[in-house]
């Protein structure tokens, strides 16, 4: 019996051979594992990175501003966990920053024979405390070029300064109105209706007043200079020149400017303004909405309370996660404060536009 069994399992791989079936069912074979290779290694992949490779806690996601809506997979806006429509939080942020400007885009030496020509000294406001109102869309492209530090800064600064003035003023506007409106016992559409607005825009879809309080508020002039001035090594940063941006925003899939150190296709961008104006406001966005930054809004809060100036030296101790670096960071923009006198600006004021002195005649 077990002969017959021997002699026809023979003849069965006498035919394959013959027939060259052998072949055949070898290449069904690594087809076969050809393809389940191809459909489980995606999931393989996944499953080590979200379980093994997991390295996002060590992703610092503080500057993540414009990756609100442009990386959906990262929410840092809110205090609670709340849901709100990210669009709201950075529409007028878009909007600034897609303000179509025929502007030609300056050089130093004219630079400074506008601020010549307009009175426009900073030695002058440290004194007095006004500024010229001249808005600038970018840097000259010769502020690298100029040797003398002391003049490269003064003109960083000079450009810088009516920018943040001028975002700190709306915000200023904004802040009265809301406190006319908190103060009222009945309100008119018109505040319900912005009001609504400014919930978007600040990222509070609970509508909770005392929230609103605290994340509509102004940042200390002096601090948002030293962050301008570290973040861009005082306007000379490819990422200053080149994509106006002076606060380092990150994007992981908007349109921005890759660092020089990173791999093709990996990593962060740094986001990219059409003009500077629109960096100042993302970056004010930022502080006053990012969770990260929730206690430096609740000590800049404890200051209003308290009846006290908005100190940068103390704000400056919450800042410790907007770079890796932590503390050194913090000491870093303490020694650009104190070393350049930035602290003189704090009270400065933003002088009207010759449109703005017209609209009140």
């Given at each position: 019996m077990k002969k017959i069994q021997k002699k026809r399992k023979n003849k069965i791989l006498e035919t394959i051979d013959n027939n060259n079936l052998g072949s055949l069912a070898r290449t069904l074979l690594g087809s076969l594992v050809v393809i389940f290779i191809f459909y489980s290694l995606p999931l393989m992949i996944n499953f080590a990175n979200n379980n093994i490779l997991n390295t996002k806690e060590f992703r610092n996601n503080s500057k993540q501003v414009l990756v609100y809506t442009l990386d959906k997979k990262i929410n840092g806006t809110q205090d609670e966990n709340e849901i709100f429509d990210e669009r709201d939080l950075l529409a007028d942020i878009y909007n600034l920053n897609d303000k179509e400007t025929d502007a030609v885009r300056l050089n130093a030496s004219t630079i400074k024979q506008?601020?010549?020509?307009t009175g426009y000294k900073l030695d002058?406001?440290?004194v007095n405390k006004l500024v010229k109102p001249v808005a600038l869309d970018s840097f000259p492209q010769e502020i690298k070029m100029i040797e003398n530090t002391k003049k490269r800064k003064e003109l960083?600064?000079?450009?810088?300064l009516p920018l943040v003035l001028q975002e700190n003023n709306n915000i200023k506007l904004d802040r009265k109105r809301l406190f006319s409106i908190i103060n009222k016992s009945n309100n008119t559409e018109l505040e319900k209706k912005w009001l609504n607005k400014k919930f978007k825009q600040y990222g509070i879809p609970s509508k909770d007043l005392s929230i609103l309080k605290i994340r509509m508020?102004?940042?200390p002039v002096s601090l948002a200079l030293a962050q301008a001035a570290k973040e861009t090594g005082w306007g000379t940063s490819r990422f200053a020149q080149e994509g106006n941006a002076l606060f380092g925003q990150w994007t992981w899939s908007g349109e921005g400017l890759k660092p020089k150190e990173a791999e093709e296709g990996e990593g962060h961008k740094v986001m990219k303004f059409n003009i500077l104006q629109a960096s100042v406001r993302a970056y004010q966005?930022?502080?006053n909405t990012h969770k990260t930054y929730k206690e430096f809004r609740l000590?800049?809060?404890q200051l209003r309370d308290e009846g006290k100036e908005l100190d940068s030296i103390i704000l400056s101790q919450y800042l410790d996660k907007y770079a890796e670096t932590g503390q050194e960071y913090v000491r870093i923009l303490r020694k650009i404060i104190e070393q350049n006198n930035l602290k003189d600006f704090d009270k400065a004021k933003l002088l009207?536009?010759?449109?703005?002195l017209e609209s009140l005649i």
């Open positions: 506008l601020f010549e020509d002058d406001v440290r960083f600064l000079q450009i810088v508020d102004e940042v966005r930022n502080l000590a800049r809060a009207p536009t010759s449109l703005e």
